[in-house]
């Protein structure tokens, strides 16, 4: 591309650059960028937000516990658990530090709202953050399987006319199993000692 050259064309010399871009008045800009709305941008398409309160046709209800919720399942299923019955995958038990065994407990999803009743059976979980492992049932009911760990509510259901996911909750729900009082009673069971068989001494020949 040849140099520029002033009008007359006949000096060879470069023209100064413009300090400001030419554009003749009243003329639309070269370019123009569009503003961004920041405050309107929502991450996590189709998230929920989390529900930290008690449905409202549920009644009163006091919440006893929040934190982290995980569950467990094939790896465990039939092996004893710290209450003595057979950890159920299938069945909607559950495991805590503290609460006693057969107590029952409403757990709410903060991620989606949902509800299950569970009844303690076993003992954990034992990682920071966590406050209940639930059974792979369990789980399933309130989608907690496809999810991880996710934050939860817990209520103690302690007495009759109680609801949990928008249905009363009946004496039997999530009762302990009639095998369970039975294991538990052979727990307790005292073991017959072994007998001491004395075995004489080899005779030198």
Known sequence: MPPATDAEGGTGKLLPLPRAIAVPPGAAPRSSVPSVRYDLAVSGMGEQTPDDGVPGDDGPREIFERGGASW?????????????????????????????????????????????????????????????????????????????????????????????????????????????????????????ARRKVVVPPRRRK
């Open 72 to 192: 467990y399942g094939i790896q465990f299923h039939q092996r004893k658990t710290a209450s003595g019955e057979r950890f159920d995958m299938t069945a909607l038990t559950a495991a805590h530090k503290t609460l006693p065994f057969n107590t029952r407990v409403c757990v709410r999803s903060l991620v989606n709202g949902s509800e299950v009743l569970v009844r303690i059976n076993d003992r954990g979980p034992y990682a920071a953050g966590r406050v209940i492992d639930l059974s792979r049932a369990a789980a399933d009911r309130i989608g907690l399987t496809g999810l991880g760990i996710k934050q939860v509510a817990l209520s103690i259901v302690d007495r009759e006319g109680m609801r949990c996911g928008g249905l009363p909750v009946e004496a039997g729900d999530a009762s302990a199993p009639v095998a369970a009082a039975a294991v538990q009673q052979r727990a307790k069971s005292p073991v017959p």
